[in-house]
Structures are given as structure tokens and as C-alpha cells.
């Protein structure tokens, strides 16, 4: 009876070894409790489930599963809840890769973590240039262990941002015949909005002959990021004459912007970043006053940035009844680390990073090739992100559309994305200025 | 052999006695021997930050519970300590045992800073006015972000120790140092002058007691305690960062508050017995129901107060000992007449 025992626990040891010897695990990391959350683990399902049905992933002879491990970072509450939920993890959850992350100062914390255990991260929902600028380049052996897969870094979101800002221009130069645009900016009280509003402060008036943008700032306003109201700023602003308003926000200020302005029809067309305006509930969140509003994004519907971009968002939004955030990035980033694992043909951390940095894979977002920082290359011929306006009642892309990238050495070079539609100047702000 | 005697008698006759000081025997014991069960990195990662949030929530009792000086913008003194160690350890390469007595020093300014123009504001004023103080602090670091590191915080602060059972066995030794340190403070004479104020002011000053310096006391003392917190809190394994949305935020003014009426205030063990109850309570709830653990932290802290309006450990105390109405001296609750003076005990319990 002993022996039979004994016997059965050996082979419920073995087995249980090779079952948990064929999982490769997966943390997903996020504000699971917030919408930003909610779509990383999505995101990651969605890719889990697929690459699984597909038959997994052999390594070296052995086939593998994807098996997703919930860390609930609470990045929205501050505290120590980020550096336990993934040290947590990595030691007791046995995760082997890390996908996605939210806020900056707690990915910063997180990611010391992940490196502390030489985990690879992908970090899936952040943009804040300093998690990879000044540690990848400064000190590769102890960061090597992280790759950004969504957004691109906060830079070149503001640079997308200035040619959306160019374009509207240069449509109320030709739709109502305003040579000089005035422009306000109504940024948020924010470092990483900072360095935004001071390039644009110069960019805009600077003549269009030396590559400015031709216009005229007629002044900055800053609200607070948790401001309630900005009547007061929207109605300077108008007072001011503003035609057009850049937006630099990322929190919830971003949602009584659109209220505010909508709801006060205030004459100035909206463009910029503005977070909250690519979320599906963006037009419930303002009343329905937001419609109109503009902003940098990933995804929108019906645009085709890849081939893979519109089934993931058809099939995202049906399984989960919403447009994906870009923090549902998590899908790609599971395809990027599982193409990465088959050209290394092995599991090893090192050899894993060496594939990636010789990632070339044409994602739900663009075509993405990691520089030296383990970034996002960003441009015409990789990511650029896409310009989104709600336009009756659903998040269309207007950007890139015709976009000529360098008309003076690529006068040839148009860049167009299926499914974009021209940007619309609001009613109330054509009819205000027309004429005029 | 005299101070092996010596202690084995004290022991017998001063701890022994009374099941609140076996209680805290027990715990530092434990406390002391637990790497000796388990290493693993994630208890001892959240036992390091319960006894550097214990200092912290000591710090408020202190100031707020012993003198009366409520202070709802605590985070001031931890997160003045933390930035101030956070930078020296990030800009000049100084090593903790330099940047954690200097973020100790400048916190203890900072209390003497907020106490000067505070000391003519009571009450609910008083409370309001010190919540200002961290908010203007996160201001400061924002507006220069190239030096305080902005809103992204400072990182790359060297870590404490190189191992997690290192880094444990100094933060207790340090957090429980203070602690008998306060400890022995808030008994003396100093303590009672501070119960004093917090009763009535102005008889206190009738007596002829300076409240001024005493208050300004009271505040350095926090200061220098909520400090030194928060001074090893940015060089520990659980930080890895100082950001203002971190150690300046709201909630970290609010957490000691929480904690010490939660385990009973103007007592010292009182907020040490919150933290250790609800900060382990609360890290675990975001494991096992992340959704509702707020919920059910907020209904847990309601229950308390509403049934142990005195704290938690006060609760446990007056159940399992009682006061002689004679001598004042405490007794376990099945006694019948006083180890002290031989003086019947009443059945119910007085404070």
C-alpha cells in the first residue's frame, strides 16, 4: 500500500513538473482595477488565447503555453502597492516575462524590480522618455531587460502632435482663408507637458519658410491636471481670439476640457494630446459635448495602419464590447516577445534580448524595429500613431492622410492610412470665423 | 551573572506580570527570529515597510495624540526626509549612513519650520494649515525638475544593504530604537507636559510651563521621527523611487492618522499595533480581492471605531488588565487585589 503511494505521488510529481516545465508565464501589469488595466489584461488575453488555440509555442523541441499571471500594480493609488505587486510576481507568481505598466513613477519603481530579477519587461502604456533615455544607453548590463512596444516615447507623440497641429492649420488657411492661425495652448500642470509647450511656443511663430508653423500664439494657459472647470481659460482664450487650441492633456482634466468647450461652443478648433479622448466613453464622460475633440492615438475605427490593425480592433471590440486603449498594446507585445522566443529557439533571458533587438514585425500599431534605447523607431516606414476625431458620435482618424513626411528631398513620399477621413472643423467654430 | 540575575528578576516581576508587556515581548521576539523562518523576499519586503510606516504613524501620535497638535499634512516631515536623502544619495553619491541622518536633520527643520508659524493656530485651524505644507512642498519639486527630478521623482538611490535580511535587521533595529527612544520621552516629564497641553493649554501655561518651546519640541521630535522614516523608506527595497505623487500625496498624510486611531492614540503601541494590523491587512487584500479591498478596509477601520472608539490596542489593554483604583498600578483582570499595594480591584476596568 506504501509502495502504491508512493508510487502515485512520484508520478503526480512528474507530472505536475512537466506540465508546469511546458507554461511559460506572463505577468500582466497594470491598474487592473481602472479602465488602463482592464485593457492591458485584455490586450494580453486576446493574444494568449490566440497563440494557445494555435498550438503554443515549441521551443527547442518542447511546446509551450501562454499562461497570463494578473499583478495588479494600483499604479492610479501612490505607494509602495507597484514595487510589491511585481516583486510578488517574480518570486512568488514565477512569472518568466513582464507586459505592460502605466504610470511613470511607478514603472520607474517597477522596472528596477524586473531588472533587480532580470526579467524581461515590455513596457506596453507608458511614454515618459526617461524609462529607457539614460539607463538602456548609460548602463545596457543592468537594463537591457527592457523594451517599450506602445506608446511611443512622449516626444514623438509631441511630434505627431505638431504635424496634426500643421494640418488643421494649414485647413483653416484654405477653408475659411485665415493666413495667420492664432493658437492658443491649454496644457496641463505636468513635467512631461513642459518640454511640449516650450518647443510649440517656438515652433508657432516661426515663419513657414524656416519650417515653423506660421501662426500666432496668443498665450499658454495650465490648469491643474484634477482642474474641475476651465471656463475661465477657455473663455480667455477666446477673449484672446484664438482660432485653434493645442491640448496637452493626459488626466481627467482632458474629460472637463471637452465638457467645457462644448458645452460654451467656444470658437476654437481642438488638436493635440488629450488621453481621455481615446477612450470609448469619451462622449458619455462630457455630456456629449465632446464631439469634435481631436487628439494623437492608436487606434480608431475602421483606420488600417497594418493589415492586423482592423481584425484586432473588430475582434476586440466584440469580445469586449469597447474601442482598445493603447495600453491593450499588451496583444502585441505577447506576438513581439513569442516571435522573439522562436528565433531564439530558447527560453534564456540573454538570448531572448537578442532577438528582440533584432525585432522586425509588423504589429497592430505599425511596422516595430527597437533602436539602441530599445525604443520604438518611429516614422513614416515604422510607428507613427494616427490622429483621431470624434466625428458623429465614433473616434475616426483624420492623420496620416497625404502626409508628406520631407516634400523637399521626398517630394513623392505620400503617406496615407486606409480608412482616415478628412479632419472636420467644428460647426460652431466654421461658422464663427467664416467670413471674417 | 548580576545582569543575567538582574534580568531574569526583572522579567519575572515587571514584565511576566502583566499580559500587554508579554505581548510585546512575544512580537519584538518574533519579529527578531522571523528570518529565521522564512526569507522570502515579499514578507520581509512588507514587514521592512510596516516598521518604517510604524516610525512614521509614531511620529503623528506624537505630535497629534501626546500634544494635541493635529497635523493632517504629515507627509511634509517623511517626504521632506526621503527627498532629502533621495537627492544627496542620487546628485552627490553619498551613502545612506550620510543621507539618512541629513534627510533625518532636515525633516526635524522642517518641523521646527512648520511649528513657528503654526504655534498661535488651534484646533481644526491648525489641521488645515499643516495640510497646506506638503502641497506647497510638491510645488517646490515640481517647479524644478531638473534638480528634484519633477514628477517622475528621483531614482537611482543607492539601497541600504545588499541583502533583504540585512536590510530588514536594520530598519527594525532602527524603528524599535526610536521607538523606546519616544518611548522613554512621552513617560518622562516632557510627556506629561505634552498631555498637558493637549488637555488645556492655557492652564498648562498658567503653571508656568513654556508651551511654546514644548510645542516646537513636539514638532522637531516628529519631524526628526517621520524623518528618519522616511529617509530609509527611499534608500529600502520597497521605494526604488521618491516621486511627490508617492511620499507628499494625501493619502500618505492621511495613512497616519488612520492608523494610529485605528490602534489607539497618545499611546505609542497604539499606532505600531494599526500599522501592523491593517498595512499586512491591506497588502494582502490587493492580492486576494483587489477590487473591494478599499471596502473592505474602510468597513474594517468603521467596525473598530464604532466598537473600540479608543483604538484596537486600547480595547485589547482594558480587557486583559486592570487599574487599581488605589496606586494606579496595572494588573491582569483576574487578579482580586492589586500586586502593588494590596488594594481590592473593582470589576470593571477603568483607563
Given amino acids: 500500500m506504501k509502495s502504491l503511494i508512493s508510487c502515485l505521488a512520484l508520478a503526480v510529481f512528474a507530472f505536475g513538473s512537466a506540465v508546469s516545465g511546458q507554461v511559460i508565464r506572463i505577468g500582466v501589469v497594470g491598474p487592473m482595477t481602472f479602465i488602463q488595466g482592464k485593457h492591458h489584461w485584455q490586450g494580453a488575453t486576446l493574444a494568449a488565447e490566440e497563440i494557445n488555440a494555435a498550438g503554443g509555442v515549441t521551443v527547442g523541441g518542447r511546446t509551450y503555453t501562454i499562461e497570463l499571471v494578473r499583478v495588479d500594480s494600483n499604479e492610479m493609488q501612490p505607494g509602495p502597492d507597484a514595487v510589491s505587486a511585481v516583486e510578488r510576481a517574480i518570486t512568488a507568481s514565477k512569472v518568466d516575462f513582464l507586459v505592460g505598466g502605466f504610470r511613470t513613477e511607478a514603472m520607474l519603481a517597477m522596472t528596477e524590480v524586473a531588472c533587480d530579477y532580470k526579467k524581461i519587461f515590455l513596457i506596453a502604456g507608458a511614454a515618459d522618455n526617461k524609462l529607457l533615455q539614460g539607463r538602456v544607453d548609460k548602463n545596457y548590463n543592468r537594463y537591457k531587460y527592457l523594451f517599450r512596444v506602445t506608446p511611443a516615447r512622449s516626444t514623438y507623440l509631441a511630434q505627431a502632435a505638431f504635424i496634426q497641429l500643421r494640418e488643421v492649420m494649414d485647413l483653416f488657411r484654405h477653408e475659411l482663408g485665415i493666413a495667420e492661425p492664432k493658437i492658443a495652448i491649454l496644457a496641463e500642470q505636468a513635467e512631461w507637458a513642459t518640454p511640449i509647450v516650450t518647443f510649440l511656443s517656438l515652433q508657432i511663430n516661426a515663419p513657414l519658410a524656416v519650417g515653423g508653423l506660421g501662426g500666432r500664439l496668443v498665450g499658454t494657459w495650465r490648469p491643474s491636471a484634477l482642474a474641475t472647470s476651465l471656463t475661465a481659460e477657455l473663455t480667455a482664450i477666446e477673449r484672446a481670439g484664438a482660432q485653434i487650441v493645442f491640448t496637452v492633456f493626459s488626466g481627467p482634466v482632458g474629460v472637463v476640457f471637452g465638457r467645457d468647450w462644448g458645452r460654451l461652443q467656444i470658437p476654437v478648433a481642438a488638436v493635440g494630446i488629450n488621453v481621455e479622448a481615446q477612450a470609448q466613453g469619451w462622449l458619455d464622460a462630457t455630456g456629449g459635448f465632446g464631439a469634435y475633440a481631436a487628439t494623437v492615438g492608436i487606434y480608431a475605427s475602421g483606420v488600417e495602419v497594418t493589415p492586423t490593425t482592423v481584425p484586432f480592433i473588430e475582434q476586440f471590440t466584440s469580445r469586449f464590447g469597447e474601442l482598445p486603449l493603447f495600453t491593450a498594446g499588451t496583444y502585441d507585445a505577447l506576438y513581439i516577445l513569442m516571435d522573439a522566443i522562436l528565433r531564439a529557439d530558447s527560453l534564456q533571458t540573454d538570448a531572448v534580448i537578442k532577438a528582440l533587438e533584432a525585432t522586425d514585425y509588423v504589429s497592430t500599431i505599425g511596422r516595430i524595429v527597437f533602436d539602441e534605447l530599445h525604443d520604438l523607431m518611429w516614422g513614416p516606414d515604422y510607428v507613427t500613431g494616427i490622429g483621431v476625431q470624434w466625428q458623429d458620435g465614433t473616434p475616426v482618424a483624420f492623420w496620416p492622410r497625404e502626409w508628406r513626411p520631407d516634400p523637399q528631398k521626398l517630394p513623392d513620399l505620400v503617406i496615407s492610412a486606409p480608412g482616415t477621413v478628412p479632419y472636420v472643423i467644428p460647426p460652431w467654430v466654421r461658422d464663427h470665423w467664416k467670413g471674417k | ?351
Avoid at chain 2, 522637531?220 to 511620499?247: M, N, Q
Avoid at chain 2, 497588502?283 to 473598530?304: H, S
Fill in chain 2, 1 to 351: 551573572m548580576y545582569y543575567v540575575r538582574y534580568l531574569v528578576r526583572y522579567l519575572q516581576n515587571e514584565v511576566l506580570v502583566l499580559p500587554s508587556r508579554v505581548i510585546v515581548l512575544v512580537f519584538v521576539a518574533s519579529l527578531l527570529a522571523f528570518p529565521l523562518l522564512t526569507q522570502d523576499p515579499n514578507i520581509l519586503r512588507t514587514l521592512i515597510v510596516t516598521a518604517l510606516f510604524s516610525l512614521y504613524a509614531v511620529s503623528w501620535d506624537l505630535l497629534s495624540g501626546y500634544t494635541g497638535q493635529v497635523s493632517l499634512g504629515h507627509a511634509l516631515f517623511f517626504g521632506s526626509g526621503a527627498y532629502a536623502s533621495a537627492l544627496l544619495s542620487s546628485h552627490l553619491s553619498l551613502p545612506p549612513y550620510a543621507t539618512v541622518p541629513a534627510g533625518a536633520a532636515v525633516a526635524t527643520a522642517a518641523g521646527l519650520l512648520v511649528g513657528l508659524p503654526c504655534l498661535r493656530l488651534r484646533k481644526h485651524y491648525l489641521a488645515l494649515a499643516t495640510l497646506a505644507f506638503p502641497i506647497m512642498l510638491t510645488g517646490f519639486v515640481l517647479a524644478f525638475p531638473g534638480f528634484s527630478g519633477g514628477e517622475g521623482g528621483v531614482w537611482r538611490i543607492a539601497r541600504l544593504t545588499s541583502t533583504r535580511v540585512a536590510e530588514y535587521y536594520l530598519i527594525l533595529g532602527v524603528a524599535l530604537g526610536a521607538v523606546v527612544v519616544l518611548w522613554r520621552v512621552v513617560e518622562s516629564r516632557v510627556g506629561l507636559i505634552f498631555h498637558a497641553i493637549r488637555e488645556d493649554e492655557t492652564a498648562a501655561r498658567a503653571l508656568g510651563i513654556n508651551t511654546v518651546r514644548y510645542k516646537l519640541l513636539a514638532f522637531a521630535l516628529s519631524g526628526l521621527t517621520a524623518g528618519a522614516a522616511g529617509a530609509l523608506y527611499a534608500h529600502s527595497s520597497a521605494a526604488r523611487i521618491v516621486a511627490p505623487g508617492v511620499v507628499l500625496s494625501l493619502f500618505m498624510s492621511f495613512q497616519p492618522v488612520i492608523w494610529t486611531i485605528f490602534g489607539g492614540a497618545a499611546t505609542i503601541y497604539g499606532p505600531i499595533t494599526g500599522v501592523f494590523v491593517l498595512y499586512p491587512l491591506l497588502d494582502t487584500l490587493n492580492v486576494v480581492i483587489p477590487k473591494y479591498r478599499m471596502l473592505v478596509f474602510a468597513l474594517l477601520v468603521l467596525l473598530i471605531l464604532r466598537f473600540m472608539p479608543q483604538g484596537i490596542s486600547t480595547w485589547i489593554r482594558d480587557a486583559i488588565e486592570r487599574v487599581c483604583p488605589s496606586c494606579r498600578v496595572r494588573n491582569i483582570a483576574t487578579r482580586r487585589a492589586c500586586r502593588a499595594c494590596g488594594a481590592p480591584l473593582q470589576a470593571q476596568s477603568p483607563r
